[in-house]
């Protein structure tokens, strides 16, 4: 009977580490009480600093409408999602991923906003260059496909087909460079293929976006060239002050 309700509990378990589940697991319960008896523990330290956000009556301040990228419309995603975090200081963020929304921005937002879709990135990038975002940077997006990769990346959306080249507009290509590289800055992002990449370049994605027709040899450019304008920016308003 023991045996039983061992092979039970190890189940239900395992059923609770999807990506997708909010609750406060039982280890991470049993490590701080483990914590609060012997003191000072690592590895209950660290788990509960990941975790103090999902304990019952615990809600980090939010401001509903806000975005990280000025001039973005907010429309949120269903919470079904996505996942609530505190990153970067739970999660470093290292990783933009570029993916292609294989339809019309608005079918694109409508998924995003069903609980049953079960994915959403944080931006989406239209034709016209307008951006909508629908996740929080500091939250988990579920848009890679890979636990690690949706904890540690921010995920962009942009309107339109892989095989159809002329869904990349100059207008989209100029407002995304700029999206990412306000990302890359507040994250302290290398502005490389190695941190942005492609969907296609996530471990275990069976995706194929952004697609052939994504010009990297554009895109890359284009977003340093937008970081060092900001930078400028930055350095004349310092200068000023």
């Given at each position: 009977?023991?045996?039983?309700?061992?092979?039970?509990?190890?189940?239900?378990?395992?059923?609770?580490?999807?990506?997708?589940?909010?609750?406060?697991?039982?280890?991470a319960l049993l490590i701080g009480g483990a914590a609060a008896a012997v003191g000072s523990v690592v590895l209950a330290r660290?788990?509960?600093?990941?975790?103090?956000?999902?304990?019952?009556?615990?809600?980090?301040?939010?401001?509903?409408?806000?975005?990280?990228?000025?001039?973005?419309?907010?429309?949120?995603?269903?919470?079904?999602?996505?996942?609530?975090?505190?990153?970067?200081?739970?999660?470093?963020?290292?990783?933009?991923?570029?993916?292609?929304?294989?339809?019309?921005?608005?079918?694109?937002?409508?998924?995003?906003?069903?609980?049953?879709?079960?994915?959403?990135?944080?931006?989406?990038?239209?034709?016209?260059?307008?951006?909508?975002?629908?996740?929080?940077?500091?939250?988990?997006?579920?848009?890679?496909?890979?636990?690690?990769?949706?904890?540690?990346?921010?995920?962009?959306?942009?309107?339109?087909?892989?095989?159809?080249?002329q869904d990349f507009t100059d207008a989209m290509y100029e407002a995304s460079a700029r999206l990412t590289a306000r990302i890359?800055?507040?994250?302290?992002?290398?502005?490389?293929?190695?941190?942005?990449?492609?969907?296609?370049?996530?471990?275990?994605?069976?995706?194929?976006?952004?697609?052939?027709?994504?010009?990297?040899?554009?895109?890359?450019?284009?977003?340093?060239?937008?970081?060092?304008?900001?930078?400028?920016?930055?350095?004349?308003?310092?200068?000023?002050?």
């Open positions: 009977m023991g045996e039983k309700k061992a092979d039970a509990k190890a189940r239900a378990k395992g059923r609770r580490a999807q990506d997708g589940d909010r609750r406060v697991g039982r280890r660290d788990e509960l600093s990941r975790l103090w956000w999902r304990l019952p009556s615990v809600e980090k301040p939010r401001k509903e409408g806000e975005v990280d990228f000025t001039g973005a419309q907010w429309v949120a995603a269903s919470s079904a999602n996505w996942r609530r975090a505190d990153r970067p200081d739970d999660y470093g963020i290292d990783r933009v991923i570029i993916h292609v929304t294989q339809g019309s921005f608005d079918s694109a937002v409508k998924v995003f906003q069903d609980p049953g879709h079960g994915a959403a990135a944080h931006y989406i990038v239209r034709k016209d260059g307008h951006i909508t975002q629908m996740i929080r940077e500091l939250d988990v997006a579920y848009h890679a496909g890979n636990r690690q990769f949706n904890e540690r990346s921010v995920g962009i959306e942009h309107e339109g087909f892989v095989d159809r080249p890359c800055v507040r994250y302290d992002i290398p502005v490389d293929r190695e941190h942005i990449i492609g969907h296609v370049e996530v471990p275990g994605t069976d995706h194929t976006d952004p697609g052939p027709h994504w010009d990297w040899d554009r895109y890359i450019p284009l977003v340093r060239q937008a970081l060092s304008a900001q930078e400028q920016t930055q350095a004349s308003g310092t200068s000023a002050g």
